[in-house]
């Protein structure tokens, strides 16, 4: 949840700081900025001095109260939900998959939510409500965005599972990496990987991937995990780096909780299952 939060993607005292000097019209060198062309930081822009001027701040995660009172007005464009998931996949529909657009989405959206509940519950008295033709609107239902997708291969119906296996990422499945790409194009598996995986799914079980990384970050080793024929069923990510633990009943004498415990690297391929 901490990854997905787009307030913790900014630094806010900056902003405050450059809203202050134009406030104070100062002329202001925006350095670093994201480059929708290239896709990269590479961009700059100057910003001379605002004197009778009108300064629009265009996005909506703007940071927190301190920074919203020093606003004369908000005007909240309340655009339905499926005309900007539309708008979204014909601007990035080029340069990101169909998984990777939804994932975006939802997540702009949980940080948007956050912020528009707020705004309209403690500034209600400067918002302007009005749809993108610019006609007045009433205030907004927020829908929550609970969960982002993840993939999640179709399982034929007459598929009976004989049990779970979850099964750590890095380190066990493919070669651990301190600091990983987020495209998957580092991606190495370790051997037997594939093998036992598949073996696993033959034999019935259900099979979970297992990791730290975050699920925002996710979707580009996915899909290179297909690519060299990993099987999986789910993901669970943003998991805690330290130790975890297996917790079941037992069904009468037999036991249903097992724990292989790895070297790192060393693969998944001498591990028997019953």
């Known amino acids: 949840m901490y990854a997905i939060n787009q307030y913790t993607w900014w630094n806010f005292n900056n902003i405050k700081d450059d809203l202050i000097s134009l406030l104070e019209d100062k002329s202001l060198l925006l350095v670093n900025l994201y480059n929708r062309e290239t896709g990269k930081k590479d961009k700059k822009v100057n910003i001379k001095n605002s004197k009778n001027s009108i300064i629009l701040y265009e996005n909506c995660i703007l940071g927190g109260i301190d920074i919203l009172e020093m606003l004369d007005i908000i005007i ?92 750590d990422l890095d380190g066990t499945l493919v070669k651990h990496i301190p600091v990983p790409s987020e495209d998957g194009i580092d991606i190495k598996l370790l051997p037997k990987s594939a093998e036992k995986l598949q073996e696993w799914h033959d034999k019935g079980y259900y099979i979970i991937l297992t990791s730290s990384r975050p699920y925002n970050k996710i979707f580009g080793i996915l899909n290179k995990l297909q690519e060299k024929g990993l099987f999986f069923d789910q993901v669970i990510c943003d998991l805690p780096v330290g130790p975890r633990h297996l917790i079941n009943d037992s069904k009468g004498i037999e036991v249903r909780a097992f724990a292989h415990v790895l070297e790192r690297d060393k693969g998944v391929g001498d591990i028997e299952t019953i």
């Open 76 to 167: 909240f464009v309340n655009t339905p939900d499926d005309i900007c998931f539309i708008r979204t996949m014909q601007k990035d529909f080029l340069k990101r998959t169909m998984s990777e657009i939804a994932s975006r989405f939802l997540i702009t959206s949980f940080s948007e939510n956050k912020f528009f509940n707020m705004i309209l519950d403690k500034f209600s008295d400067k918002v302007l409500l009005c749809d993108s033709d610019g006609n007045f609107t009433a205030f907004p239902f927020i829908t929550p965005v609970k969960q982002i997708p993840i993939y999640i291969p179709e399982i034929e119906e007459s598929h009976k599972h004989k049990g779970t296996i979850f099964c």
